[in-house]
């Protein structure tokens, strides 16, 4: 089974612009995704899918410096891109990962991936229920549900957010949500990029580690002898899935 990370991203966000090419001490926002993603042993590959606009020529030019693979599409069909992202790569099982989620975590993304094989499920994620800190999101999918979801969407939030029609239609598929255990049950946390109080905030806890390899445990415990540093962008409201 070709298990394969899709992790979309573009240069114009609306909140904070080309916030994946910010950096953090030397390195992009983008490149803690990926290599940390880069870690998790259940990946075959890891496709940055992007959009035909020109700005984001650019992530084209990272892609190939990065040495991974892209695929440009559609910038508000992000279903599309999806979709024929996974099937230029032949992709068996689909993760989607946002490019906005520096701290994502390889072990609660192989522990997804896991349960989604083990469960024989459709869709398999962790925010079903929200349990996990905002920002180590992960959802699994086959190929084949992704296949009936772009062929069937058709409103633009299902098209844009890419798994609503999904978990709008519970009859149609099997899933299954993970749960977090333990210490990472903190789904009052905040640890996404999507404004510039976000982005300060991770970049306080990246400036306290020495070097890639810390859990979501490690930023917990950071956090919880720093409860200063969760006002930073205690205000943030995440954007709805809907659109208006």
């Known amino acids: 089974m070709n298990t394969i990370a899709i992790v979309q991203g573009r240069m114009g966000s609306t909140r904070l612009l080309g916030k994946i090419l910010k950096k953090i001490n030397d390195k992009f926002v983008l490149d803690y995704v990926i290599d940390r993603l880069r870690l998790s042993k259940e990946l075959d ?47 068996d099982i689909i993760v989607r990962i946002t490019s906005d989620c520096p701290l994502i975590d390889p072990d609660i993304v192989g522990e997804v991936i896991r349960q ?29 549900v992704l296949e009936i979801d772009y062929k069937n969407a058709t409103e633009k939030y299902q098209r844009e957010h890419v798994t609503p029609y999904i978990k709008e239609h519970p009859e149609k598929f099997k899933l299954k949500n993970v749960e ?22 991770i970049k306080k806890i990246i400036q306290n580690f020495r070097d890639l390899n810390f859990t979501s445990e490690e930023i917990i415990d950071f956090l919880d002898k720093n409860p200063d540093l969760l006002e930073i962008n205690k205000f943030i409201k995440q954007k709805s899935v809907r659109s208006n």
């Open 180 to 201: 977090a255990k333990g210490k990472v049950y903190r789904p009052d946390i905040r640890i996404t990029i999507d404004t510039i109080e976000d982005f300060e905030l």
């Open 45 to 91: 590959n890891i496709v940055l899918a992007t959009t035909t606009e020109k700005k984001d020529d650019i992530l084209e030019q990272y892609s190939s410096e990065k040495g991974i693979d892209y695929f440009r599409g559609s910038e508000e069909d992000v279903l599309s891109r999806y979709y024929h992202a996974a099937k230029k790569y032949k992709a």
């Open 116 to 144: 989604h094989n083990a469960g024989n499920s459709d869709y398999t994620a962790n925010t079903i229920k929200r349990t996990f800190p905002r920002g180590l999101d992960v959802e699994v999918f086959n190929f084949d």
